[in-house]
């Protein structure tokens, strides 16, 4: 199983960015699939999370702000961000917990400039 995390970027507060997660090696509409963030000198934090039934749940510093989706014919992941903030300035990876183990993407950088 491998993620691949893309979309990350600079951007200005208060704009827009789309993440994506490119599962391979698994069929990601089985799956429950996550999105975690890293900012400097703090820990991983879970953003978002959907279900193989698509049922969503958000951290609550980015509920209404953020939104998760799955394309399954493209076997992606997706996290919308809106209305960014500087706090939201980190490293994003996508997470699938599979029975025994635990995939993680690579990491996308996101920085946004106040």
């Known amino acids: 199983v491998q993620l691949q995390a893309s979309g990350g970027g600079l951007v200005q507060a208060g704009r827009s960015l789309r993440l994506s997660c490119r599962a391979s090696g698994t069929i990601l509409s089985r799956r429950a699939l996550a999105w975690y963030r890293q900012a400097p000198g703090k820990m991983r934090e879970l953003v978002a999370s959907i279900t193989d039934g698509r049922t969503t749940d958000f951290a609550h510093s980015v509920k209404g702000r953020f939104t998760i989706s799955r394309d399954n014919a493209e076997n992606t992941a997706y996290l919308q961000m809106n209305s960014l903030v500087p706090e939201d300035t980190a490293v994003y990876y996508c997470?699938?917990?599979?029975?025994?183990?635990?995939?993680w993407g690579q990491g996308t950088l996101v920085t946004v400039s106040s």
């Open positions: 997470s699938l917990a599979l029975p025994g183990r635990t995939y």
